[in-house]
């Protein structure tokens, strides 16, 4: 009998810590989001370039109070305090940051941090954001989650309506074949089951590769050559010196003069920042591409880096 009562005191007041414990998280977590007397998080750490470039979008620039080191779109992002990188980010530089709101990706090691500042009470979204149609959820979801539910239906509204008047515009163009390549030791292509593939598509060209088991694959020099690329994009390693990047691009296709990209001088380098970014820049990304397809038909913007021979 004794024994048992022992156990029921244990049993009670375990609980009875636990509540505790649960109502002092609760209370925090209500805490850090009553800052903003609007509904609005009025401190947001952003952990990855395309979120950023979407909460300035969305008009929440002066709430963005840190961010990844690679945020460097538009400017004033590139004032915020820096959180880590976007493969690292730094947990207690989060913390620091007083957030009432930090945005994630989908990927393991953004996932292991959003983890971490859920379990200590902190207000956390996590997109996957792979696809074009996923970017329009995930600006769905970040209007939810911040207040502005409206002005996320215009922003992904506008894009929307960007990439279709696009897709209009290069549909009854020739079908380019097109090889993008992300890498080139060991040579490493964009496959049909990207988000690139989408933007080749929209862009009024065709893969040059066929369906591969991964999603950027390594391709070696006779599959290369059959592919019959009749131009090749080639993502910048960074924005800086893509003159030079062209010049070592144009070197390392001379060898195989027998794919018709090389002989008939079709090789393009062009800025990853606003090509690669699944963000509110996309249907200029897509311009770009479409540039290098469709040179005699692609609008000619001068604030876009492109560079060609």
């Keep these: 009998m004794i024994r048992r009562r022992a156990l029921l005191i244990i049993t009670a007041v375990t609980a009875i ?11 925090k977590v209500l805490e850090l989001s009553s800052t903003s007397t609007s509904g609005e998080p009025t401190r947001i750490v952003s952990l990855a ?43 207690e530089a989060i913390i620091a940051s007083r957030p009432d709101l930090v945005i994630t990706l989908w990927f393991e090691q953004q996932k292991a941090v959003a983890d971490t500042l859920s379990r200590l009470g902190y207000e956390v979204l996590t997109l996957k954001i792979d696809e074009i149609g996923e970017l329009f959820t995930a600006i769905q979801k970040m209007g939810e989650a911040i207040g502005r539910t409206e002005h996320a239906e215009k922003l992904a509204e506008n894009i929307r309506k960007k990439i279709n008047d ?14 993008w390549v992300v890498q080139v030791e060991p040579l490493r292509i964009a496959g049909r089951s990207t988000f690139v593939n989408e933007m080749i598509e929209f862009a009024g060209g065709e893969n040059a590769i066929g369906p591969t088991i991964g999603q ?8 290369l050559l059959a592919c019959g690329a009749e131009v090749i994009i080639q993502s910048a390693m960074g924005a800086d010196n893509i003159d030079r990047q062209q010049q070592a691009a ?10 018709p990209a090389v002989k008939n001088n079709r090789i393009y380098v062009v800025n990853p920042d606003t090509v690669l970014r699944l963000g509110p820049r996309l249907p200029e990304g897509i311009e770009i591409i479409a540039r ?16 060609t021979r």
């Design 216 to 223: 950027y694959p390594q391709i070696g020099t006779e599959e």
């Design 17 to 27: 810590l636990l509540f505790a414990v649960l109502n002092h998280r609760q209370h």
């Design 166 to 179: 696009l897709q209009s515009k290069y549909s009854s163009t020739n079908k380019v074949r097109t090889l």
């Design 292 to 307: 290098c397809l469709h040179p005699a038909t692609a609008t000619q913007k001068h604030d876009v880096a492109l560079q």
């Design 250 to 259: 144009e070197l390392f296709w001379s060898k195989l003069a027998a794919l």
């Design 49 to 91: 370039p395309n979120l950023t470039e979407i909460l300035f979008a969305l008009g929440l620039g002066e709430n963005v109070v840190a961010v990844s080191n690679n945020c460097d779109w538009p400017a004033e992002a590139v004032s915020r305090k820096k959180v880590g990188t976007f493969w690292q980010p730094n947990t």
